[in-house]
């Protein structure tokens, strides 16, 4: 956890509210603490970013409202690009550019990514821009690419660039344990097999009386 995120969600009221209810001892020193500018993302960061199959971004819009909106790819479509730069390939999508032209209009994001098995879940503030393929041809070819060779497989127009300023590592208490079909396969292969070779033990023990 970094004082520059605190200082960037934690107004007024917020803080009053700390206040009142004592919870400002978590987070006092963080907000005595001059703001430094932005997290420097790393390892532990840049792992749980680059492994993700899924997550949720949020933009805002030129009204001032929250939009969120959720975006998946093969393991590994969320890119680390150097530095504090994360990005990704916008898939073509319904074509309302709801968040695309957010972006467009004032740059602010916010991602939400979990790792379910293992209840951890990380909060990103950064400033987006949007690249277009013609633009940039090279970048969306480096964010398609994934690793062993393989490719999205999704039509993409664009690529999504994220500067990253600010995260925070959320409490994994309340993150309930959720996987998918091939984690559920993977952890249940063990146990397949073992009654393949037992039946075939009971087979071979029939056919022998």
Known sequence: MGAHYH??????????RQEATGSIV????????????????????????????QLHL????????????YRSGPRGFLHHLGGQRIGFAEHRGNQQFVSV???????????????FPVRARL???????????DEDPDLLEQLLRLDGGARVAAQCERSVVIDVEA???????????????????????????????????????????
């Not at 200082?7 to 009053?16: I, N, S």
């Not at 949020?58 to 909106?69: C, D, E, N, R, S």
């Open 167 to 209: 995260f925070d590592w959320n409490c994994r208490r309340s993150l309930v344990p959720q996987y998918t079909e091939d984690q559920v396969r993977a952890r249940m292969q063990p146990y397949v097999d073992e009654i393949t070779l037992l039946r075939s033990e009971v087979q071979r023990l029939r056919a022998a009386e």
């Open 123 to 133: 909060k990103v503030f950064g400033t987006a821009r949007v690249v277009e393929a």
């Open 58 to 69: 949020a933009t805002v819009t030129p009204f001032g409202w929250p939009y969120i909106q």
């Open 101 to 115: 032209g957010n972006i467009e209009s004032n740059g602010k994001a916010a991602l939400f990514v979990a790792d």
């Open 7 to 16: 200082h960037l969600v934690f107004g007024r009221e917020a803080l009053t």
């Open 26 to 53: 978590a987070y006092g020193a963080d907000m005595d603490t001059p703001d430094e500018g932005p997290q420097l993302l790393g390892g532990r960061e840049i792992a749980l970013l680059t492994n993700c199959f």
